[in-house]
């Protein structure tokens, strides 16, 4: 045959909306809310495991179920937060938000920098130790995106 197996990878695609707002030192669009249609490209690295998978896709489209269609915010712009309700005050705006519409990341903003680092270790707290390389790429439009790299 001639061939020899050097390495396994798994490739994933998915889109899903959301809405943010950005805390920027300068004026900018995105100090308002805005939403975007985002796309997420997964690649993660390693060896399959006792199931034969290198990672169970259903992980990755429990963590768009999370996102899609909610209101992205950071954990340091967290004023209240009890069972029910969540309250936002930065950039001059007081959010009063069901909890059930908000996803709080544990970031200093929500840049799509931020959304992939997050949506990266979300991964990672998944991943066996068969998993060697996460790799998430977050497009915000068509033409923009950011990329983040995990590696054991």
């Known amino acids: ?4 197996l050097i390495k396994r990878k798994i490739g994933w ?3 899903f909306d959301s809405s943010h707002f950005l805390v920027l030192p300068y004026e900018s669009k995105c100090l308002r809310i805005h939403g975007h249609t985002y796309n997420v490209d997964v690649e993660i690295w390693g060896e399959v ?7 169970d896709f259903n992980h990755l489209s429990g963590l768009i179920k999370l996102l899609d269609h909610h209101i992205l915010v950071s ?3 967290v004023v209240t937060e009890t069972d029910k309700v969540v309250v936002i005050e930065k950039n001059g705006k007081r959010l009063e938000l069901p ?5 709080i990341l544990d970031k200093r903003n929500v840049t ?7 949506f990266a270790e979300r991964i990672a707290e998944k991943a066996g130790d068969n998993v ?8 915000e439009d068509p033409r923009s995106y950011a990329e983040v790299t995990l590696e054991r």
């Open 1 to 4: 045959m001639g061939f020899r």
């Open 13 to 15: 695609h998915k889109d």
């Open 49 to 55: 495991n006792e199931n034969g998978m290198i990672f």
């Open 75 to 77: 954990r340091e712009w």
């Open 99 to 103: 909890k059930d519409e908000a996803v």
């Open 112 to 118: 799509a920098e931020c959304i992939a680092e997050w």
């Open 132 to 139: 060697r390389k996460i790799k998430v790429k977050i497009w």
